[in-house]
């Protein structure tokens, strides 16, 4: 036994999906049929802009705008202004760019230009059959009956119904709520406080307390340092940081920070993503940097999109026929936009959602109120 379980819970508009070996999380997705991160989908564009400057071109999907760099543009290199292409998102939209993409085979040329106007063709895999291809030997629990009928014909006797109690009561689930904490606690009594920024992740760490002898004070910051990296680069993992990330170490000199560097990048080296060490600044912060592929957890876990199914989850589980939904104006607008989620609640529940804005809330606020 491989000792690695895919566990699924699902809430209207939303599936959480915790990847564990043992007791141990390993990988954690979210995953929104209403927004999905569309990494993977498969899409017939129309070329709208060649960019030399950029080493690339624009082009315009069904739903958005993409970038298509020359390095991925294949063997026919970047087409020209009107031409369609057959492409796949490689990279997630983010800090309003639209995905980046990458030619694609599989269709004649012909078929391409005779499937315009611009398509989807193919969506993104859901969270949970990514991990699940992902990790072949993971067995999978879910209590979605449904979701268990749409994966078998893939995964087959991988994936197991259990009762939505034996999903819920997992601790695991405590973990999960923790990642969306800006502060981490690491080994040793340090603690890290993690401060994404447009440009950067930051991440100081902290030595709270004191941590041996004053004349062996330098050995033991360096000690309690180094423990902690392996709980630091799980952490950055399951968050998905991703980008540019600096790490203000606990304590010790600038000058011999840098001599962390061999076990920082030991523990960065089971990252899929596979993060690298660039070096240490002239102040000792570890620079390094993590591809950015899907959106980071504390994307996905702001603004009033999330706030709604939030409340749509806690709703789900009461009386959603003699409870209203009572959101900020934000709150409503997102949730009212998002098909998906209102139609997994009615099917959830066998009754539509009651929403009502309420303005004097603030942008990402709720609270469920008796009709």
Same mark, same amino acid.
């Given at each position: 036994?491989?000792?690695?379980?895919?566990?699924?819970?699902?809430?209207?508009?939303?599936?959480?999906?915790?990847?564990?070996?043992?007791?141990?999380?390993?990988?954690y997705?979210?995953?929104?049929?209403?927004?999905?991160?569309?990494?993977?989908?498969?899409?017939?564009?129309?070329?709208?802009?060649?960019?030399?400057?950029?080493?690339?071109?624009?082009?315009?999907?069904?739903?958005?705008?993409?970038?298509?760099?020359?390095?991925?543009?294949?063997d026919?290199?970047?087409?020209?202004?009107?031409?369609?292409?057959?492409?796949?998102?490689?990279?997630?939209?983010?800090?309003?760019?639209?995905?980046r993409?990458?030619?694609?085979?599989?269709m004649?040329?012909?078929?391409?230009?005779?499937?315009?106007?611009?398509?989807?063709?193919?969506?993104?895999?859901?969270?949970?059959?990514?991990?699940?291809?992902?990790h072949?030997?993971?067995e999978?629990?879910?209590?979605?009956?449904?979701?268990?009928?749409?994966?078998?014909?893939?995964?087959?006797?991988?994936?197991?119904?259990?009762?939505?109690?034996?999903?819920?009561?997992d601790?695991?689930?405590?973990?999960?709520a923790?990642?969306?904490?800006?502060?981490?606690?690491?080994? /040793?009594?340090?603690?890290?406080?993690?401060?994404?920024?447009?440009?950067?992740?930051?991440?100081?760490?902290?030595?709270?307390a004191?941590?041996?002898?004053?004349?062996?004070?330098?050995?033991?910051?360096?000690?309690?340092n180094?423990?902690?990296?392996?709980?630091?680069?799980?952490a950055?993992?399951?968050?998905?940081?991703s980008?540019?990330?600096?790490?203000?170490?606990? /304590?010790?000199?600038?000058?011999?920070?840098?001599?962390?560097?061999p076990?920082?990048?030991?523990?960065?080296?089971?990252?899929?993503?596979?993060?690298?060490?660039?070096?240490?600044?002239?102040?000792?912060?570890?620079?390094?940097?993590?591809?950015?592929?899907?959106?980071?957890?504390h994307?996905?876990?702001?603004?009033?999109?999330?706030a709604?199914?939030?409340?749509?989850?806690?709703?789900?589980?009461?009386a959603?026929?003699?409870?209203?939904?009572?959101?900020?104006?934000?709150?409503?607008?997102?949730?009212?936009?998002?098909?998906?989620?209102?139609?997994?609640?009615?099917?959830?529940?066998?009754?539509?959602?009651?929403?009502?804005a309420?303005?004097?809330?603030?942008p990402?606020?709720?609270?469920?109120?008796?009709?």
């Open positions: 036994m491989s000792g690695l379980r895919l566990l699924v819970a699902t809430s209207p508009g939303e599936q959480r999906v915790a990847l564990l070996r043992g007791d141990v999380l390993e990988e997705g979210l995953w929104r049929p209403g927004a999905p991160d569309q990494v993977g989908a498969l899409h017939v564009g129309r070329v709208s802009a060649v960019a030399p400057a950029m080493a690339g071109a624009f082009v315009a999907l069904h739903d958005a705008v993409g970038f298509l760099p020359d390095s991925s543009a294949g026919g290199g970047v087409p020209g202004v009107g031409d369609h292409v057959l492409v796949r998102v490689t990279r997630s939209a983010q800090g309003g760019k639209g995905p993409l990458a030619a694609a085979g599989g004649a040329a012909a078929n391409v230009v005779a499937a315009a106007p611009a398509r989807l063709v193919t969506p993104a895999p859901e969270a949970v059959l990514r991990l699940a291809l992902e072949p030997a993971a999978l629990l879910a209590a979605d009956a449904a979701m268990v009928a749409r994966l078998r014909p893939a995964l087959a006797e991988r994936v197991r119904l259990v009762a939505d109690a034996a999903i819920e009561a601790p695991v689930w405590d973990e999960v923790s990642l969306g904490e800006p502060e981490l606690a690491l080994p /040793g009594g340090l603690r890290a406080q993690i401060s994404p920024t447009p440009a950067l992740v930051a991440i100081d760490v902290d030595m709270a004191a941590s041996g002898a004053r004349q062996d004070k330098a050995s033991a910051q360096w000690a309690a180094r423990a902690a990296l392996p709980a630091l680069a799980r950055i993992r399951l968050r998905n940081l980008g540019a990330i600096l790490v203000d170490f606990a /304590g010790m000199p600038s000058a011999r920070r840098a001599s962390l560097g076990a920082l990048q030991a523990a960065l080296a089971g990252d899929p993503l596979r993060p690298r060490l660039l070096g240490f600044t002239a102040l000792g912060l570890a620079e390094i940097v993590r591809a950015r592929v899907r959106p980071p957890l994307e996905l876990l702001a603004g009033p999109h999330a709604g199914l939030a409340g749509l989850r806690q709703l789900a589980r009461l959603p026929r003699q409870a209203v939904l009572v959101a900020a104006p934000r709150v409503v607008v997102a949730l009212e936009r998002d098909a998906a989620a209102l139609a997994a609640f009615r099917q959830a529940t066998g009754a539509a959602l009651a929403l009502r309420a303005p004097e809330l603030a990402a606020q709720w609270r469920i109120e008796e009709r």
